[in-house]
């Protein structure tokens, strides 16, 4: 099955600076790529996707980044503010099946 | 519009208490996920509607665990006999024609004591 890993698993980074995270994955097929983003004691949002046909995507001050030979796709956000505080997950899909699966997290904590 | 509703935000259970758990989709979305979340761990799968076929449940941990949506609308995620370790968030997500871009509810939080 599909196994999709995230790192570093805490990221702080001071206001104004800009945070990468990245997402591995298993499963060659996959072809679409999202990343949620939970505060805590909500539920996980949609900020951004891509899928396989592109190598990236922005939306104002977030982006992702596809690497499909590395099998690796990364979420940058500039400029970032406090309120972008929240543990970000990414996830692929199982191929043959129309389910996510998720990594375990990545903590982004912005210093004011 | 309106996103995905559940209810309750909150349950705590007795061990060995039945427990219905209640998810609302986005008008018009065909698929339903129920997923579980631990505490510090990213959603796992559970179960997948089509309208009202049950595609996969292999996610399932028991069958303690029955999640039914009769009329490809609301679902019902039921655990029985509850035990501690059922304790965790339950998140239900729907989407609309893809099934991938899954839009999340915020969740039931179950207490087993």
């Known amino acids: 099955g599909e196994n999709v890993e995230q790192h570093p698993s805490t990221l702080s980074v001071q206001e104004g600076d800009s945070a990468v995270i990245k997402c591995t994955y298993s499963?060659?097929?996959?072809?679409?790529f999202p990343w949620y983003k939970q505060e805590l004691g909500k539920r996980p949002q949609l900020i951004i996707d891509?899928?396989?046909?592109?190598g990236e995507k922005k939306d104002q001050r977030i982006a992702v980044t596809l690497n499909k030979t590395a099998k690796h796709f990364s979420l940058h956000i500039t400029e970032t503010q406090p309120e972008d505080s929240a543990v970000y997950f990414c996830?692929?899909?199982?191929?043959?099946?129309?389910?996510?699966?998720f990594g375990k997290g990545n903590q982004v904590v912005v210093i004011p | 519009g309106a996103g995905v509703s559940q209810s309750p935000r909150y349950k705590v259970a007795k061990r060995g208490q039945d427990v219905a758990l209640r998810c609302d989709p986005i008008?018009?979305?065909?698929?339903l996920f129920w997923y579980q979340q631990a505490l510090g761990q990213g959603p796992e799968f559970l179960t997948y509607?089509?309208?009202?076929?049950?595609?996969?449940k292999s996610g399932l941990p028991s069958d303690r665990f029955f999640a039914e949506r009769p009329e490809g609308s609301v679902s019902t995620l039921k655990i029985q006999r509850t035990q501690q370790e059922d304790s965790a968030v339950y998140l239900c997500?729907?989407?609309?024609?893809?099934?991938?871009?899954?839009?999340f509810g915020p969740g039931t939080r179950l207490t087993v004591t």
């Open positions: 997500a729907s989407s609309p024609r893809d099934p991938y871009e899954q839009y």
């Open positions: 996830a692929a899909p199982i191929y043959g099946n129309n389910r996510l699966a």
């Open positions: 008008s018009g979305h065909v698929s």
């Open positions: 509607f089509q309208n009202e076929a049950q595609l996969d």
């Open positions: 499963d060659s097929a996959s072809n679409y």
């Open positions: 891509i899928r396989s046909n592109v």
